[in-house]
């Protein structure tokens, strides 16, 4: 089983920056990928970035260039970088991770999220 909570949300003013943690618990070497969402009020859920186990990233076009997804797998945490934050990076941000069992089916974690706010 894995764990994931996420750290290091809040208010910001448009045009500041924020860093997200997801820390998991034990060993996210062996995790496939791990990737940021994020679920504004009234909206679904959206991607947001992912990172895999050889380090390739991938981006939603609406935050390419303003985020940078890192993992420092020595504290088994994934960061999420947030520049040139707008108002509508508004939302409740989530990690999640996805690693294979035995049978390489894929099994998938989410955290609680953490909130936020950008303000005008």
């Known amino acids: 089983q894995v764990q994931l909570v996420e750290s290091g949300g809040g208010l910001v003013q448009a045009g500041g920056s924020l860093r997200l943690s997801c820390a998991a618990s034990g060993s996210i070497s062996s995790i496939n990928s791990m990737s940021w969402y994020r679920q504004a009020p009234g909206k679904q859920r959206e991607y947001v970035a992912l990172?895999?186990?050889?380090?390739?990233?991938n981006y939603a076009d609406s935050v390419k260039g303003r985020f940078t997804i890192s993992r420092d797998n020595t504290k088994n945490t994934v960061y999420l970088q947030m520049s040139s934050l707008k108002p509508e990076d508004t939302a409740v941000y989530y990690c999640?991770?996805?690693?294979?069992?035995?049978?390489?089916?894929?099994?998938?974690?989410w955290g609680q999220g953490t909130q936020v706010t950008v303000s005008s």
């Open positions: 999640n991770a996805v690693e294979y069992d035995e049978a390489l089916r894929p099994v998938v974690y």
């Open positions: 990172i895999n186990s050889g380090g390739s990233t």
